[in-house]
C-alpha cells in the first residue's frame, strides 16, 4: 500500500503526490447551459426565500439536523484550510437566559447611548428594540466563535489567515443549510460580545463571531416588507 508523507493516509487509485504532497482527483457532473440556467433560477428562487426572522416557536429540533447544519457551514473555504472556526450550540434554558440578560443590558446601552442618530434611523424599518426574547425561545442558539490563532500542542501561538472572511463564509453557508432544512434564522450580533466568551467559557484564542438563533417562525410571522437591490444595482460586467 503507498502512503503519503504527509498525513500517513493510505492512497488510493485516484490519488498522487504533487511535489510530496498528497492531491486527489476531484470529478464534478457538469450539466448543459439550458440545465444550468435552470438550476441556478430554481436556486435563486429559494434562497430569495430567506429572510430574517426575529419570532421564533418553542418548538423542539432533534440536534442530529443541528449536527448536519454545522457539518455544512464547516464546507467553507478558509485561509490555509485552518477552518478558524467554532460553533458553540446552546439548548440549555439557564444559560439561554443568561445570555439574553447578558445580551440585552448591552443592547440596552447601544440603543440608549451608544448607537448613532443615523444607525437608528437606518434599522427603524427593521422595528428592533433592545428586548432579545429570540435568544430564550429559540430551540437552539448557536453561538459561532472564530479563532484569531491556533495554539499549538507546545503551547505556541500560530496564527490563522482571512479569519473574518473565512468565518464570514462558513455562516453564509450555515445559514443556507438552515433555509434548505426549512428553519429559519436570525444574524444577531450584541455588540459588544465578549460576554458570549465569558459564559461558553471559551479559550483565550476564540472571538465571538455572531449569534443565530435558530428554530421554527412563531405561529404567525412578519417580517419587515424589505426589496433587494436589481442584478443592475449590484453587479457590473466588463
Ligand atoms: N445589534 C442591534 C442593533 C441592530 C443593528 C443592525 I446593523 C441591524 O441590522 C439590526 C439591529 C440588535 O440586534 O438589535
Redesign the pocket.
Known amino acids: 500500500m503507498m502512503w503519503s508523507t504527509q498525513n500517513r493516509l493510505p492512497m488510493t487509485s485516484n490519488e498522487k503526490l504533487i511535489n510530496g504532497f498528497p492531491f486527489v482527483q476531484y470529478n464534478r457532473e457538469t450539466y448543459d447551459d439550458a440545465i444550468m440556467l435552470d438550476r441556478s433560477i430554481q436556486f435563486h428562487n429559494w434562497m430569495e426565500e430567506r429572510r430574517t426572522v426575529r419570532d421564533f416557536a418553542d418548538r423542539p429540533i432533534p440536534q442530529e439536523i443541528i449536527d448536519q447544519l454545522l457539518l455544512t457551514a464547516s464546507t467553507a473555504p478558509s485561509g490555509a484550510h485552518k477552518q478558524p472556526w467554532t460553533f458553540c450550540v446552546v439548548k440549555d434554558p439557564r444559560l439561554k437566559k443568561e445570555i439574553r440578560e447578558a445580551a440585552e443590558k448591552e443592547?440596552k446601552e447601544?440603543?440608549e447611548s451608544r448607537?448613532s442618530e443615523d444607525?437608528l434611523d437606518?434599522?427603524k424599518p427593521?422595528q428592533?428594540?433592545?428586548q432579545?426574547p429570540f435568544l430564550e425561545v429559540a430551540p437552539y442558539l448557536i453561538v459561532v466563535f472564530k479563532k484569531a490563532y491556533e495554539i499549538q500542542p507546545d503551547r505556541s501561538k500560530r496564527t490563522n489567515y482571512y479569519v473574518n472572511e473565512s468565518v464570514g463564509l462558513a455562516c453564509g453557508f450555515l445559514l443556507a443549510a438552515i433555509l434548505h432544512a426549512g428553519l429559519v434564522a436570525l444574524t444577531?450580533?450584541?455588540?459588544p460580545m465578549n460576554f458570549l466568551s465569558k459564559l461558553l467559557k471559551r479559550p483565550e484564542n476564540e472571538r465571538p463571531f455572531l449569534l443565530i438563533p435558530i428554530g421554527y417562525p412563531a405561529q404567525e410571522t412578519y417580517v419587515p416588507k424589505l426589496s433587494r437591490k436589481k442584478l443592475e444595482e449590484i453587479a457590473v460586467y466588463y
Open positions: 443592547e447601544s440603543y448607537m444607525w437606518d434599522i427593521l428592533t428594540d433592545w432579545k444577531h450580533t450584541p455588540s
